[in-house]
């Protein structure tokens, strides 16, 4: 909390631009005995809520007081550290096969609005949420979603913390295209100059730790095209 910053513009000094500022979460309250025995929260907390770190205070150690001013620090970063990519080729007797390959490393993206939020302006919950939420019948401190509330901005489950926030990393496979060129003595029989038959496929394998059907390069929770093409090529 000591780091020069402008948190509105996500401009950090000695830090990437648009750094992701927020608290540290340390799982979610299982019942109130675990509220009133952890540090006092930025908001009233509720069991199913989210636990924010005690990180320090205005002696710079823990204080038991969560709030603003000490106890929120870098958490990630929206740009990628690194962009990369590769192109693959090989041929055999006419046969042809080409793999183009693209990725980020070092890239984290916040969740929120309708992807990440139950009830978002009226919406329906999506299924995972309804799973995999923390209820008083299965008070699981891991829950991959807090208790179901309708989100009004002040909540727990509103701050920017690491809870909500995701690894953008992955690595794509971009195109696979195979290839058959026909040989010189039957195209010239058809009066060609050739002809080529291929197929090929977009986006056919993408490896990320992005939530499972999510696509990691759009940032949405929608996953990402596949694309299916077969062709033929024809010179005169």
Do not use: C
């Not at 179901?148 to 496979?173: K, P």
Request: no cysteine; charged share 15%; proline share 7%.
């Amino acid at each position: 909390a000591n780091v020069e910053q402008d948190i509105n513009a996500g401009l950090f000094v000695g830090h990437p631009l648009q750094s992701i500022y927020g608290y540290v979460a340390e799982g979610l309250f299982v019942d109130q005995n675990d509220v009133d025995n952890y540090p006092t929260q930025p908001r009233t907390a509720h069991p199913g809520d989210i636990k924010f770190k005690d990180i320090s205070g205005p002696d710079g150690v823990p204080d038991g007081i969560v709030n603003a001013d000490y106890d929120r620090q870098i958490i990630g970063n929206q740009f990628p550290e690194y962009n990369y990519g590769a192109n693959l080729a090989a041929s055999y007797k006419g046969f042809d096969l080409s793999i183009q390959l693209r990725g980020v490393a070092g890239v984290d993206h916040m969740i929120g609005g309708y992807y990440g939020n139950a009830f978002h302006h009226g919406t329906s919950p999506q299924e995972w949420m309804v799973n995999e939420r923390w209820t008083t019948e299965n008070p699981n401190p891991n829950a991959k979603y807090p208790r179901f509330l309708v989100l009004g901005g002040g909540e727990q489950q509103y701050q920017r913390s690491t809870y909500i926030m995701m690894n953008a990393s992955y690595l794509r496979v971009n195109l696979i295209q195979l290839g058959y060129n026909l040989p010189k003595n039957v195209v010239t029989k058809l009066r060609m100059s050739n002809l080529r038959f291929f197929t090929s496929i977009r986006n056919p394998i993408t490896i990320d730790n992005f939530r499972e059907g999510w696509d990691p390069e759009m940032l949405t929770g929608y996953p990402p095209v596949k694309v299916f093409i077969l062709g033929v090529n024809v010179s005169f």
